[in-house]
Nanobody
Framework: QAQLVESGGGLVQAGDSLRLSCVLS????????MGWFRQAPGKEREFVAT????????FYADSVKGRFTISRDNAKNTVYLQMNSLKPEDTAVYYC?????????????????WGQGTQVTVSS
């Protein structure tokens, strides 16, 4: 059974950094593109970043471009989201997801497995 487990969330101040990690078990990690999404209270889930199975193709939401970096380590079955220069508007529950669309996707409906989410709170 596939399972995604995120970690690394927390409470930080504006301008700080955090690194989220997400481990996939029960499936062959390198067979999947990975994505990060987030959902703030009262808002819909939104795309943050995606990385292809090989790591060659990466896409970001405009709101995080230049501040966030997605990466993956296929040997560790782990995808990361390095978040720098955090802003209060980055406050949300962050979810990682795995997709058989190996080139990556910004559409949540194209993801097959989801983690439980990790809370990121950025204070001003």
């Amino acid at each position: 059974q596939a399972q995604l487990v995120e970690s690394g969330g927390g409470l930080v101040q504006a301008g700080d950094s955090l690194r989220l990690s997400c481990v996939l078990s029960g499936r062959t990690f390198s067979s999947y593109a990975m994505g990060w999404f987030r959902q703030a209270p009262g808002k819909e889930r939104e795309f943050v970043a995606t990385i292809s199975w090989s790591g060659d193709n990466i896409f970001y939401a405009d709101s995080v471009k230049g501040r966030f970096t997605i990466s993956r380590d296929n040997a560790k079955n782990t995808v990361y989201l390095q978040m720098n220069s955090l802003k209060p508007e980055d406050t949300a529950v962050y979810y990682c997801a795995a997709s058989v669309h190996r080139g990556g996707s910004r559409w949540p409906q194209e993801y097959d497995y989801w983690g439980q989410g990790t809370q990121v709170t950025v204070s001003s």
